[in-house]
């Protein structure tokens, strides 16, 4: 990157990465994947979700509708206070690191919308069919050969479907049908949704 630090970095709630991140990309702003904390809950706090089913709404409530860092503090405490979670280690830790996924304390920095690692989780989910930790190296570019073909396939098969095969209108609007000719079906089938 010449030398650059990139403005935003999003990654896993890993603590030896946020260490390193402030000492080789100190100028850069660190998000963690808000999907990796979201999952975490029912592990860390079952006792709470099986005791009271409000607890996620209030929980969401809380991250996701606080316009100010300050309607955050009020309705993070409100919710330690009503769910007796004073002494749980995990939240504490959680508050401490609260710059790093809560909305609101986000606002300074353009992250284009991202807020998780799907992307790259979504890379890693499609080699899983084809290596593992096992894979040796001579294996693995084999392998990875193998998926670039089936990439490729995929590809080529929906870029035939869009020159030779008309997708279904859902209504008789002329927009949706002038976007049907620009658009190939995948990315079709995603306006009809939007619209």
């Known amino acids: 990157m010449g030398g650059k630090h990139p403005i935003a970095i999003l990654t896993d709630q890993v603590k030896a ?12 702003r660190h998000r963690f994947c808000m999907w990796h904390i979201l999952r975490k809950i029912p592990e860390k706090l079952s006792y709470i979700i099986t005791k009271d089913e409000s607890f996620m709404t209030i929980f969401n409530d809380c991250v996701y509708n606080s ?15 009503e769910f007796e979670l004073e002494g749980n280690e995990w939240l504490g830790l959680l508050y401490e690191d609260r710059k790093f996924w809560v909305p609101t304390y986000m606002r300074d920095t353009f992250f284009a919308g991202l807020s998780t690692t799907q992307r790259s989780e979504s890379i890693n989910s499609f080699f899983d069919k084809y290596v593992s930790k096992k894979t040796s190296l001579k294996e693995f570019i084999e392998q990875y050969r193998v998926a670039l073909q089936d990439r490729e396939e995929k590809e080529a098969y929906a870029s035939f479907s869009t020159l030779h ?12 049908k002038q976007m049907s000719a620009i658009y190939t079906h995948e990315v079709f089938k995603k306006f009809q949704v939007e619209i």
Do not use: H, Q, T
Not at 165 to 176: G, I, M, Q, Y
């Open 17 to 28: 990465m946020k260490a390193a991140i402030s000492i080789v990309f100190p100028n850069s």
């Open 67 to 81: 316009r100010l860092e300050e309607d955050f503090e009020k309705k993070w405490w409100n919710m330690v206070g």
């Open 165 to 176: 095969k008309k997708p279904v209108l859902k209504s008789p609007s002329p927009f949706e």
